[in-house]
């Protein structure tokens, strides 16, 4: 087996850090077998390299490599480009044509971008993968395959499958070996080294001397976090090269390409979080306002007619318990904690309502019927344009909470139960 030096220098890979080896190894190792390799890593880190160090190392090496990029593809066509189609199979299908799979027979794939496939691509990929059979679009004949695919991706794959934008079956597909390349900033020893590299290349290339940094340009470029990693040192140490007429390079003249002229090594976090019960829009929280100040009259209305009948507020409170403690519950618990007399032998009504007197309660039953007789028909009026409101509101926070009706109710504020009373109750 090639020493990882000997693979450095055959496909121009500069550097010395001890991750940027370690992978390479991996590479090398796996290079024999028909695994399947999902290289990760930021962009611009020279992910490219590894799957043509695993193809030339493998049995496959005298078969076709190619190389797919699978966000640059129209996401109309990707199909039609990895699996071929038939003549007729679409609007401008004027011949059948073969794809990447088809073609590379055989061989091996690299799909590069990977995280960027279409979910109905992805499914089509892992029936490759499963058992090397295909569909051409437009056609119902199955054909076999046999490629290696390696695949690399920027993407933090976890967070794309938690969104339900990457297919958690594919990726574990894909990841039967994960090789992890640094990014520049973690390989401080080689910026300098590649910069070098870079400088006379160019110089080569333009027919010019060869730029130079001086100590503390040096310094500046190692301290510089390199966001677009490689592929950005290679094009700052370009634009040097050609721009600049004086080939010692300062520190100052360094500093006016860097972009935001800023050398800071400290990342920035920042959080993109949103809470789950967050609402689209202030209507909906003034409608959800109005919905519990209904509920919550709608239950006063009805403790005041139990006690209006019964006239007696400890029934009404035994047999009201859990209706009392809905309404009154946190502020019943807040004011026993602070009235609370352990001296004191005689409970405190959850209510705190007076005692009506003999000479009251004889005037309140005659004159029950007469004062009181309108109680009944507020509790049963529905506004309407509430009503359609209601039913908005639950509907919306189902479908964001993907019909979960525990989580629906937790974001509505009420329980579970009443949700799913709503529910029936409007038949939705």
Not at 223 to 233: A, C, D, M
Request: aromatic share 6%; glycine share 4%; charged share 30%.
């Amino acid at each position: 087996m090639e020493s990882i030096q000997s693979i450095k220098q055959r496909f121009e890979i500069i550097g010395q850090d001890p991750k940027l080896n370690r992978a390479i190894e991996k590479a090398m190792q796996v290079a024999a077998t028909d695994i399947s390799v999902l290289v990760t890593g930021e962009s611009g880190v020279g992910k490219e390299s590894i799957p043509k160090i695993i193809h030339s190392l493998s049995h496959r090496k005298h078969a076709k490599y190619i190389a797919v990029n699978c966000g640059a593809i129209p996401e109309g066509t990707i199909d039609s480009e990895l699996f071929g189609h038939e003549k007729g199979a679409f609007t401008g299908a004027t011949q059948t044509r073969s794809g990447y799979f088809e073609v590379a027979d055989g061989g091996t794939i690299f799909l590069d971008e990977v995280g960027e496939l279409p979910l109905t691509t992805q499914v089509r990929l892992l029936r490759v993968l499963e058992n090397g059979e295909f569909l051409k679009v437009g056609s119902s004949q199955v054909q076999k395959t046999d490629v290696r695919i390696v695949a690399a991706t920027n993407v933090n794959m976890f967070e794309a499958i938690k969104k339900e934008r990457f297919r958690e079956d594919l990726y574990y597909r894909l990841s039967t070996v994960e090789i992890n390349i640094p990014p520049l900033r973690e390989r401080q020893d080689d910026i300098h080294l590649l910069f070098r590299k870079f400088a006379s290349d160019f110089s080569q290339k333009y027919k010019m001397p060869t730029i130079r940094l001086d100590d503390h340009a040096v310094s500046l470029l190692i301290k510089y976090r390199w966001p677009g990693n490689i592929r950005q040192l290679r094009n700052i140490a370009e634009q040097i090269s050609v721009l600049e007429e004086n080939r010692a390079i300062s520190a100052s003249t360094l500093h006016g390409y860097l972009p935001n002229n800023t050398s800071s090594n400290l990342p920035a976090v920042v959080s993109n979080s949103k809470s789950d019960s967050d609402f689209s829009n202030e209507r909906e929280i003034l409608y959800k306002v109005l919905f519990d100040m209904k509920g919550d009259l709608n239950d006063l209305k009805k403790l005041t007619m139990e006690l209006l009948k019964n006239n007696d507020s400890e029934k009404v409170q035994k047999d009201n318990e859990n209706l009392i403690r809905k309404i009154y519950g946190n502020e019943d618990e807040e004011d026993a904690d602070i009235d609370h007399d352990p001296q004191e032998e005689k409970p405190r009504s959850l209510l705190h309502l007076p005692e009506p007197k003999k000479e009251e309660t004889s005037i309140i039953q005659d004159s029950y019927e007469d004062k009181y007789h309108f109680a009944e028909e507020i509790q049963e009026e529905e506004t309407l344009s509430l009503q359609e409101k209601e039913v908005e509101l639950i509907k919306k926070s189902l479908e964001r909470n993907r019909g979960k009706r525990k989580a629906a109710a937790t974001e509505l504020g009420i329980s579970e139960r009443t949700l799913y009373r709503k529910i029936k109750q409007y038949d939705l």
